[in-house]
Every structure is written in structure tokens, then in C-alpha cells.
């Protein structure tokens, strides 16, 4: 046997035996770790009092619904329910980062979270960082669903989608009610017609009204209710994008 092929020889039989264990077992080789998916806010209700630089605390509240329509709502408790309650009406989704971006109609900026453990929301600071004092910029998960009370100036498409049934899909989350008419609102039907509506395709209205949660549910929870206080115009030239 010439000395290059005993060397190589020698090379493959150490090569081998470095793959096995004292036994004789072929080892398999290490596996690698996987990474863990960053963590991602579940549809759902979620509640917590929010520093104030000018009075006691902000109430918020947060609903975050399977269909990505979204509603804010938050109550300065030094002031009365008239003049600190606000109602905001958007979107939201997970950034894919471990934090959940809001866009609401009220606001020009992304509003955003980072998912905490167990599921709760830190607000984070306009430039993305999160404040020392976290526990204080945390929302919870509430058990219960939230529906908000108040509808005054809403804006969405108001259409028909099968006879006697009228509906209503706010602008800016997309998030679809079933209506009926306060008596001074009874003239709406009249108003549609007026400016040109076609029951199935609706119309943009900006009205006021009240909101009540429905023993109903579908794919966007709890079905909300909306009672048309008041309609103040009909928008023939715009359309909503949802």
C-alpha cells in the first residue's frame, strides 16, 4: 500500500469516528434554536388610567377587533363627561417587531404599543422609546368586550344590504352597525333618496347617535347597535375605504 493512500485511509477513519459516541452510535448533528416569534396583541379589550400632565389621570380604553378596525376611547377624570371624553375610530396591527401600531382619524401620527408579557399594552413615546415609569403606560386585558356609548359625529357609509336592514360601516375602521331611527332621525331614509343613494352600494352620511352591544356576535365580536340621533348631511362624491 503506497504511504498517500494509507494517509488518506487514516484521515477517513478518524473522520468517521469523530461522529460517533463511545458506543459506536452515529451522533447526529447539533441542531440549531429556532428564535421564538415576537410576541403579537390578541383582538380584545384593554383598560388602564394613563399619566396626565395636567390633571389626575386619562381613563383609556382600547378595543382592538379581529377585523383590524379599532376604537379609543379616553375620559379626563378633572373634567366633566361633556367637555374630557373622547372617541377615536381607526386601525391597528401588529408590526411583526413585537409592537401594535394605531392609526386613528383624530391623529396625524401612529400612536404605538409594545406587547408586554401576558399580554398587555406599554404605550410607547412619540420617538418609540418607552417610559421609565412602565407600569404607568400599561393597559391590561379586560375579560369583558367594549362597546362605546357615545356615536356623536361619526362619519361612514350608510346603505342597505338586504330589505328593511339598514347598516352602517364607520370610514375610518371599517367597523360595520346595524341602525335603526330615532324618531327625529326618521327622515334619513328621505334624505338618502334625495341625494341620489342606491340601498346596496349606501352613501357617506355624517350623523350622531348612540351605541349598544347586541346579543349578537360575527367576525368582528359583538355586534354593535347604532340608534341614528341626528344626520346632519349626505356626501354623494366620497367614498369611504372600507
Not at 367637555?83 to 383624530?106: K, M, P, S, Y
Request: charged content about 20%.
Amino acid at each position: 500500500m503506497s504511504r498517500p493512500y494509507h494517509a488518506a485511509l487514516v484521515a477517513l477513519v478518524l473522520a468517521l469516528g469523530a461522529c460517533t459516541d463511545p458506543s459506536g452510535t452515529p451522533q447526529a448533528p447539533p441542531s440549531v434554536p429556532v428564535p421564538a416569534p415576537p410576541p403579537a396583541a390578541a383582538p380584545g379589550h384593554y383598560a388602564g388610567v394613563l399619566p396626565c400632565a395636567d390633571c389626575p389621570g386619562i381613563g383609556t380604553d382600547l378595543q382592538l377587533w379581529p377585523s383590524g378596525a379599532c376604537v379609543l376611547q379616553e375620559r379626563y377624570q378633572d373634567r366633566p363627561a361633556e367637555q374630557g371624553a373622547f372617541i377615536a375610530w381607526g386601525r391597528w396591527r401588529n408590526d411583526g417587531q413585537g409592537g401594535v401600531e394605531l392609526t386613528l382619524r383624530t391623529e396625524e401620527t401612529l400612536r404605538r404599543f409594545a406587547v408586554r408579557p401576558h399580554g398587555a399594552l406599554l404605550l410607547l413615546q412619540p420617538d418609540g422609546t418607552a417610559a421609565a415609569d412602565t407600569a404607568a403606560y400599561t393597559l391590561h386585558r379586560q375579560d369583558q368586550d367594549l362597546t362605546p356609548a357615545s356615536g356623536s359625529g361619526l362619519k361612514g357609509t350608510f346603505f342597505q344590504g338586504r330589505p328593511n336592514v339598514w347598516n352602517f360601516r364607520e370610514c375610518h375602521s371599517g367597523r360595520q352597525m346595524l341602525v335603526r331611527f330615532d324618531p327625529a332621525a326618521a327622515d334619513i331614509e328621505e334624505g338618502f333618496r334625495k341625494a341620489g343613494g342606491d340601498p346596496a352600494t349606501g352613501l357617506v352620511v355624517e350623523l350622531d347617535g348612540l351605541l349598544q352591544p347586541t346579543p349578537i356576535t360575527d367576525d368582528q365580536g359583538t355586534v354593535t347597535l347604532l340608534t341614528i340621533k341626528r344626520w346632519h348631511r349626505f356626501l354623494p362624491d366620497e367614498t369611504c375605504p372600507y
